[in-house]
């Protein structure tokens, strides 16, 4: 992969990239969106604990395709509420550490499900 951040636009408004490359023969998955509901079907009412289990979802099927984070070039944050972008910020960064993808955050008016605060799909690649 290689990650593009010219100086000819203007810097990342937060920690991603501008653009990523896959090449050569990559793997690419794409992850449907996820929210924040556990395996055992149970689902924070809080924002931060939904936002943190969302990307605890997204860990757990890029390990079982035998990825991780630094493999995400593109992700799409859905969030129903403009005060909770700080705390996204603050459980994204927790969860992608030094890792980039290209990404693109919207706020909702709401998602399918009653309650559900935040989603994120994603696509990843591997060599």
């Not at 289990?53 to 630094?70: D, S, T």
């Amino acid at each position: 992969m290689k990650i593009y951040s010219p100086a000819t636009v203007a810097a990342p408004a937060g920690p991603y990239s501008h653009g990523v490359e896959i090449r050569g023969d990559a793997r690419i998955l794409y992850l449907a969106g996820q929210v924040g509901v556990a395996p055992d079907g149970t689902m924070p009412a809080d924002f931060e604990g939904q936002a943190d289990q969302c990307w605890k979802n997204i860990k757990a099927i890029l390990a079982a395709a035998g990825m991780g984070v630094e493999h995400l070039v593109k992700c799409t944050h859905f969030l129903t509420r403009q005060e909770h972008v700080p705390t996204y910020g603050q459980v994204r960064t927790r969860h992608l550490g030094q890792a980039r993808p290209a990404s693109t955050l919207l706020v909702i008016s709401a998602l399918a499900r009653p309650g559900m605060l935040v989603e994120v799909e994603a696509i990843a690649a591997r060599a």
